[in-house]
T-cell receptor, first 119, second 114 residues
């Protein structure tokens, strides 16, 4: 089974530009999450989709960030305009509720991450 | 609010040394606890988990026991290898959030020398 794939693996942009990150979850996974790790700090939750609906977007830093999941398959995270403090690694993860019911815990499968550098 | 605190790195060990990475948490209720690992150039992978008090998670020679009395989930391995060099993250799942949101610690970088 293919894992969670993210694109691009690394993006370098100038302050004020726009970047769009893409995540393809594991096929059939209804839950899709975005996380971010800023330079050596903890990995912080950004938002959670269930299919195409935003279940929880409490972690989105501000309105420069826009996440979409049209059709409930892949998701995009757009940053516009990018600021220096947006630099970091953006992780996507997916999970399936049936796995949680079976194992008793919501086990997320993560992608390799997209490293964003804003200059 | 809920939080996870890990020992700071980097941790440098010689091959075959004993490893402990401390993790403590703050949570209301009864969270599930996890250790994730990120090898160089790869994504986060689940290493082990425990869903209730006194459970022991284990995988690849690593172990961690869910200690409710000390709110801890320390990661241990009896004999580390060079291939264990990675960043290790302790995490909990919010018991009051059915969305399964994970709360992570800041990560501990482990470097194992031959």
């Amino acid at each position: 089974e293919a894992g969670v794939t993210q694109f691009p693996s690394h993006s370098v942009i100038e302050k004020g530009q726009t970047v769009t990150l893409r995540c393809d979850p594991i096929s059939g996974h209804d839950n899709l999450y975005w996380y971010r790790r800023v330079m050596g700090k903890e990995i912080k939750f950004l938002l959670h989709f269930v299919k195409e609906s935003k279940q929880d977007e409490s972690g989105m830093p501000n309105n420069r960030f826009l996440a979409e999941r049209t059709g409930g398959t892949y998701s995009t995270l757009k940053v516009q305009p990018a600021e220096l403090e947006d630099s970091g690694v953006y992780f996507c993860a997916s999970s399936q509720d049936s796995d949680r019911r079976r194992s008793g815990a919501n086990v997320l499968t993560f992608g390799a991450g997209s490293r964003l550098t804003v200059l | 609010g809920n939080s996870v605190t890990q020992m700071e790195g980097p941790v440098t060990l010689s091959e075959e040394a004993f490893l402990t990475i401390n993790c403590t948490y703050t949570a209301t209720g009864y969270p599930s606890l996890f250790w994730y690992v990120q090898y160089p150039g790869e994504g986060l992978q689940l290493l082990l988990k425990a869903t209730k008090a006194d459970d022991k998670g284990s995988n690849k020679g690593f172990e961690a026991t869910y200690r409710k009395e000390t709110t801890s989930f320390h990661l241990e391995k009896g004999s580390v290898q060079v291939s264990d060099s990675a960043v290790y993250f302790c995490a909990l799942s919010d018991p009051y959030n059915q969305g399964g949101k994970l709360i992570f610690g800041q990560g501990t970088e482990l470097s194992v020398k031959p």
